[in-house]
């Protein structure tokens, strides 16, 4: 080590002249400290630190990062915990500096919006705190509440109530340090001065280079800030502890909190029993839990906990059962927690299970109730020693029926050791999962846990993982254990090391950033990147070379078509192609896309023939790839609760088939029914239900890249996986694809959630006299988690519906509907319908008699207006004139992203715009669509005009840009950059479209797909 030599010297002198000598340290009794933590290979196989660093702000890391470049050492980044394997020094890299962050501690909370704005040293714990008493929690996972709640965001966010709130989701606005020193942001905070309230976009979404099931481990630099997502807490603002330690307790009100132990015979029904709880929407945390995570968070000791482990009764348990953690939350009231126990009895008797008995779980009970919010467990079960997940899978439901029995088998072969040693078997077939909306997402754990001794360690670390590895390799398959892996196995996972290779290169180009830990650039070789402007070649030439790829009878230039593809419903200019090009297949796909890079010809992907927004719009001398051909439903699957389809499959195709299954995918507001259902899941249109658990109905895919390979997103990358529908598994991220418009590839395929249709719904209508009441009583019945479809629509959109179903007169709807009208529906299940209904709308009647709001049972006198509503919402538009073009004949769209209290702003500042163009308020539809109970919402502008007056058009395209500026310094967030806004999108985010362009480079070398959108 060359501690105390000259360059040691002149690091050190030079971070002591950037944070002070409060902050900088080098004594090797630190260094030593710092080397040491509860896992013990770390101590074998890992170096010492040279410098310890405390920086207290974004500008602090960013010189940081800059000395690093200029002296050339390496640097990675901490948490609230020490965790080595991810940031311990690295053999063979001299003058390696740890980031400490505890002096970025700071943080602040939304409380409307349900969002906290965190700074990496801020805990879980203090984060509850805080929420708690404004009726919020964020997602604790089993790493403890004393963990970074930004650390987590980024690692695994496997948490205790995913259940409903999602994996891998609670990321928002960041900001983030690269490696050479730029400091950018993403989301709604990519603007200056933006806020933290969203984090993807605009356009491709950065994040999927953050967010993994191990994430970039600050290999691709340090995220200073983030917002990270809350939810409603039902529970007391503040805890009561009563007791002395070790017997201090504390308890949540039965009333709302109620907790079970179900246990059933075989991995099958204790499968399916979860699957059914997910199908009837129940509970708020759902766990598949092994008896050893029970006996070690209950017992106080290590005496304690063998003399319990021991008990016939937790013996049969661990031989011959298989154990789930039900905790029932009523968000809604103590109705809501007494319908979901009724439920969840029957489900635990159809299904073969039983009750652990009271008597039994006494030790326990209170603990497994709170220990999903403030977690302490981890503490508890390292007093037995070191713990290590053997295998594990993350990815479906269905996929634990193959990937458990498999792990079975891998852990006999290390039986013995296993059992004797010092290191201790938890059971011949134990296990855990962690589920995550409602169990689409299952993440397994197989464990052993043994002493804290070199023995027990060097057996794991040599011997164990790298032969699980190896064959989760072969098998192709993913598991958190072997991510690192996964990203350096070649083919096998679709030369993804490569594409992270040339990205890491590009915002690191020294490699000072925690090298060899996310990738190991040093072992992938470097790939040539040729950009080229897209070639200008002859029409014919063109026909005649992708005629000899799909036939000549599916290719054309013919003029009148290629007119046809020219334009779409939007304002933007017109293109004209030189050629129309319809293939079948992935294979046809991938043949074009070759030709294309050997070409230099610009492509551009259509898969719906009706387009709004002018991401379609072809290249300057490009080619048109028509995806409407491949329109193949591949598969159904009831269990998983997802749908395999082809680009070109319409809404008015998927939602007819679903319907014969009783089920749906969760549609945006009356989509086009030959609007591609891929395309609008890609493109992040907003959901109706704006459910957490529903939210982004885009699962994993398959996409041919502008170099002509074929990459998989999410588990799809794994194929030896059964359910292949797990997005979050790996960076490079399902979120980098989104909103893309085709500008890295092509989509060939993609799996989406499914849901029930439910069994039964009533519709309740809210008129309001302004939007700023209707926000409001929007945020409350969100808070409460009520609903499925909840919307809100102004009296222009209302009765331009209306009117198109033949009900009236659209002049005199307009006149006689409320300025505004809040729709919610309440749906039951298979199970009781009317009970779920029933308490939900007790509490929508509550909140109306809070805020002297009346409930209307229909609007405009109409009977039967509500079912007609519901079946509308669950089907693409099928008139012959589309909603939005009723009565004027053509339309144009503004929408973007806000908070709900900011609605009524631009609502004030549209209309503003509106009369100083001399246009009509008549003509202006609103649409407000909650996300994510209330978070944010989507605000969209509909402008209503006659497109065959010149003069009317030009008007219509004037305020379309004023309002589209104002909007954007106002601060919302126009998260998909189509045409005129991509320029408003990306004017100030230099350092955002740098990475953007970087990502491009890596999979699009030859700029060949869809060049000119976005900020390519």
Known sequence: MPLGDDKHKRILDALLGLLGEDYVEDDPSVMEAFSRESQTPMRLTHGRCEFIVLPGSADDVRAIYCLAN??????????????????????????????????????????????????????????????????????????????????????????????????????????????????????????????????????????????????????????????????????????????????????????????????????????????????????????????????????????????????????????????????????????????????????????????????????VKNLLTTVSVRDGYRTRYLRLGVTTSLDGCSDSLLDTLRSIPRAWEMQKRFTPPLGDGGLYDRGPKQHKFWLADFGRIATVSIGVFGEKSDYCEEFLENQVRPWVSRQNANDQ????????????????????????????????????????????????????????????????????????????????????????????????????????????????????????????????????????????IPCKHGVVVDLTNMNRILEINRYDRRIKIEPGVTWGQLQAVLKKHSMMVVSPLFPHRDMSVLTSTMECEPLLIPKSEYNENFLTGEIVLGNGSLFWMGTALAKGMVGQSNPEAFVLGTRLFRRHQGTLGIVTWAQIKLELIPQEDKVIFVPCSNMIEAARIVYRIQRLMLGSECLILNNVNLAAILAQQGLGNYGAFRRKLPPYTIILVLSGFKRHPEGRIAYEEESVMKISREYGSPIMP?????????????????????????????????????????????????????????????????????????????????VEFSLRYNSSSYKTKKKALAFFLETSQAVVDAGGFISNPYGYWAKLAYEKADSYVKVLRTVKSALDPKNIMNPDKLCF
């Not at 650039?521 to 080229?532: A, C, D, F, R, S």
């Open 477 to 616: 398959v993913f598991t958190p254990a072997n991510a690192g892996e996964a990203s350096r196995a070649g083919d096998r996972f679709a030369n993804i090391h490569q594409y992270i290779a040339t990205i890491k290169r590009a915002v690191d180009p020294k490699n000072i950033a925690n090298p060899t830990r996310f990738i190991d650039i040093t072992k992938v070789p470097l790939q040539k990147i040729e950009n080229k402007t897209p070639s200008i070649i002859r029409r014919n030439t063109i026909v005649n070379e992708l005629g000899g790829i799909v036939g000549k009878d599916r290719v054309t230039d013919d003029t009148e078509i290629l007119n046809a593809y020219a334009s779409d419903e939007s304002l933007n200019i017109p293109q004209l192609p030189k050629a129309v090009v319809y293939p079948t297949n992935t294979e046809e796909v991938q043949a074009i896309t070759r030709w294309a890079s050997q070409s230099a010809v610009a492509l551009t992907p259509r898969s719906s023939s009706i387009g709004f927004h002018g991401a379609a």
């Open 858 to 938: 229909t609007l405009a006198g109409i009977p039967h207006l509500p079912s007609l509503l519901v079946s509308l919402f669950r089907s693409p538009w099928d008139g012959s004139i589309y909603w939005k073009q009723y009565p004027s004949g053509s339309f144009c769209d503004i929408f973007f992203l806000t908070t709900m209290n900011r609605a009524n702003d631009f609502i004030t500042l549209v209309n503003g715009v509106i009369k100083r163009h001399i246009l009509s308020v008549e003509d202006l539809g609103i649409y407000i669509q909650p996300i994510e109970r209330g978070r944010i919402c989507h």
């Open 70 to 363: 200029e002296y050339e050492f390496p640097c990675s980044v901490t948490g609230t915990g020490l965790f080595l394997m991810t940031c311990g020094a690295v053999n063979g890299f001299p003058y390696w500096c740890l980031i400490d962050p505890k002096r970025l501690n700071r943080f602040e909370i939304d409380p409307d919006n349900m969002f906290a704005i965190v700074e990496p040293y801020v805990t879980v714990a203090q984060i509850q705190a805080e929420a708690m008493k404004c009726g919020l929690f964020t997602g604790c996972t089993g790493a403890g509440a004393q963990g970074s709640a930004l650390s987590t965001s980024l690692f695994s966010n496997s948490h205790w109530t995913g259940w409903r709130t999602g994996k891998g989701r609670n990321l928002l606005g960041v900001e983030w340090v690269l490696p050479t020193g730029e400091i950018l942001h993403t989301g709604s905070c990519v603007q200056p001065h933006g806020s933290y309230f969203y984090g993807d976009g605009p356009g491709i979404s950065a994040l999927g280079l953050l967010r993994g099931n191990r994430g970039q481990i600050s290999s691709l630099g340090m995220i200073t800030k983030a917002a990270i997502k809350l939810h409603p807490w039902p529970g007391p603002s503040e805890w009561s502890v009563t007791g002395i330690q070790p017997y201090k307790e504390s308890k949540l009100p039965i009333e709302i909190f109620r907790t079970f132990v179900v246990s059933h015979p075989t991995l099958e029904t204790c499968v399916d029993f979860i699957r059914e709880l997910g199908e009837h929407e129940i509970a708020s945390v759902v766990m598949q839990v092994n008896p050893y995570e029970i006996v070690a968070l209950g017992t106080l000791s290590r005496v304690e906990f063998w003399e319990k482990w021991h008990t016939p009764f937790w013996q049969h348990q661990i031989h011959y059962r298989h154990l789930t953690l039900v905790t029932l939350w009523g968000y809604a009231s103590r109705a809501q927690t007494d319908y979901e126990e009724e439920i969840l009895r029957e489900l635990v008797t159809t299904t073969g299970g039983e009750f652990l008995p009271e008597n039994e779980l006494a030790f």
